[in-house]
């Protein structure tokens, strides 16, 4: 009867062994955010788990370690004076900045009227309370924010509004621009 019980007993543990190598524990879900990262190749990358890190750029094919391989060295001049070059994989030229605000025309503006901007003082920063008039303006994030459409930028309802934004590096006044500046 002994031996019964204990050839039970290792019968049992090795089921209880095999069967528990066998289980497979699924990780956790990780809900990451939507934000995107703009690539030098000009693709976006989203964030991915378990880590919510930002997935890595595609490598750029390179020749001599300088050039990319098939674009030509050509550059075009954007409306605000600076230059972009050619990207892969079609070689088009890199986006101009869409921060840029445009000519006084594409801006709503009476002719010879510049778009002023407003920097946002250190005082109004994380405002939490703010007057409820309505005098829209288009807050304009700093660098650190990476837009995948034009305008990198949000309406708010007043400069308080835009100002209490720790994102917004200046403001100026009316809605946001809603289209791309023609080239």
């Known amino acids: 009867m002994k031996k019964k019980n204990i050839l039970f007993i290792i019968t049992l543990a090795t089921m209880i062994f095999l069967f528990s190598a066998c289980t497979e524990s699924t990780p956790k879900e990780t809900a990451c955010t939507m934000d995107a990262m703009i690539c030098p ?3 976006s990358v989203g964030r991915v788990g ?5 997935e890595k750029c595609p490598d750029l094919p390179v020749d001599d370690g300088t050039l990319v391989k ?6 075009k001049i954007c409306p605000d004076g600076s ?16 921060r840029y605000i445009g000519p006084p025309e594409t801006n709503n503006k ?3 009227e510049i778009e002023e901007k407003h920097y946002c003082p250190d005082s109004s920063r994380g405002a939490e309370i703010c007057t409820f008039d309505y005098t829209p303006v288009c ?3 700093n660098e650190d924010i990476q837009c995948v459409k034009f305008p990198c930028a949000q309406t708010y309802g007043n400069s308080c509004g835009a100002c209490s934004n720790e994102d917004v590096e200046y403001y100026t006044e009316g809605e946001c621009p809603t289209d791309m500046i023609e080239e």
């Open 83 to 98: 230059a972009v070059g050619r990207i892969p994989p079609n070689c088009e030229f890199a986006p101009c900045d869409p």
């Open 70 to 75: 098939g674009c030509t060295e050509e550059a």
């Open 139 to 141: 807050g304009w994030f």
């Open 110 to 112: 009476n002719e010879g």
């Open 41 to 43: 190749d000009g693709t």
């Open 50 to 54: 378990p880590d919510c890190e930002f």
